[in-house]
């Protein structure tokens, strides 16, 4: 996911991080108990920060784990992060099968940082069903399955909302990290045509009104409408650039008749 410039050191490097987080050198300076003169030098490459330094200024500047590897390198370290398979995450991996299928019959997935679709349970599943194989075939896409015209977008009864809060999503994901791929993928789910007609008219409304608590994703599914409300998690203070990446999305039922359906298909 990063994108690395060829022949670029540190400084320049840390200046853009910082400039893109809109902190001064002198603000820099008193989070990371340094001066804003050795800041300048560090930027312009007249002083050569240490490891723990960059490590340091990388934690005050939210810098994505992945890209804290790219600022050592840069720098002529080592990288401090590992970046480990999905599948050779061993007891993490098990531990988050077992939260996917203790969260049914509610649909949950887990992404990662290209949204690419790590692991999810049969709530999900059942909302893919009847989707055209192309779009099932490994690796699968969350982005992908939920915008494209043959996905989940005919389904989704407020897709024009639903559209614009993914895409939001995404964007601050963009400003957040340098990520060629994710730009890659935003520029494709954006135009992406609606479906015909415009997807489900997104003026329908349900005979009773329910009065949601935050954006719920409205999707038809076998004849009736299911509401969800979303929430993700990611792993706090990461030490490997897989795990950082991983995002763990959960759908919670929005109203009653969700409920009563998604528990009518437990044995």
């Not at 030098?41 to 002083?47: K, L, M, N, P």
């Not at 690419?116 to 049969?122: D, G, K, S």
């Not at 400003?175 to 609606?194: F, G, I, Q």
Request: aromatic share 6%; no cysteine; proline share 9%.
């Amino acid at each position: 996911m990063t994108t690395v410039v060829s022949g670029t050191g540190v400084g320049p490097l840390l200046r853009g991080w910082r400039e893109r987080r809109r902190i001064s050198q002198l603000e820099l300076a008193l989070r990371a108990d340094s001066s804003a003169r050795h800041i300048s030098f560090v930027e312009t490459g007249r002083s050569r920060p240490s490891e723990e330094m960059i490590l340091r200024l990388a934690e005050h500047l939210d810098v994505p784990v992945r890209e804290r590897n790219a600022l050592l390198l840069a720098a002529g370290y080592a990288p401090r992060y590992a970046e480990t398979p999905v599948d050779s995450l061993g007891a993490l991996r098990e531990g988050i099968e077992r939260l996917l299928q203790g969260y049914e019959p509610y649909p949950a997935v887990v992404v990662d940082g290209s949204y690419t679709v790590v692991a999810a349970n049969r709530g999900i599943a059942m909302l893919l069903d009847g989707l055209p194989e192309h779009l099932l075939t490994p690796p699968l896409n969350g982005m992908r399955i939920t915008l494209h015209p043959e996905g989940l977008a005919p389904r989704i009864r407020n897709l024009r909302e639903w559209r614009a809060h993914l895409l939001a999503q995404m964007e601050r994901q963009i400003a957040l990290a340098r990520s060629a791929t994710l730009r890659k993928l935003y520029d494709e789910v954006a135009a992406y045509p609606l479906p015909e007609g415009g997807g489900v008219p997104d003026d329908r409304e349900d005979p009773t009104p329910y009065p949601y608590f935050a954006l719920p994703l409205r999707i038809e599914h076998a004849g009736r409408v299911l509401s969800f409300v979303s929430s993700i998690s990611t792993f706090n203070t990461p030490l490997d650039v897989t795990v950082a990446e991983l995002a763990i999305e959960t759908f919670l039922p929005a109203d009653p008749a969700t409920v009563a359906y998604l528990r009518s298909l437990t044995p």
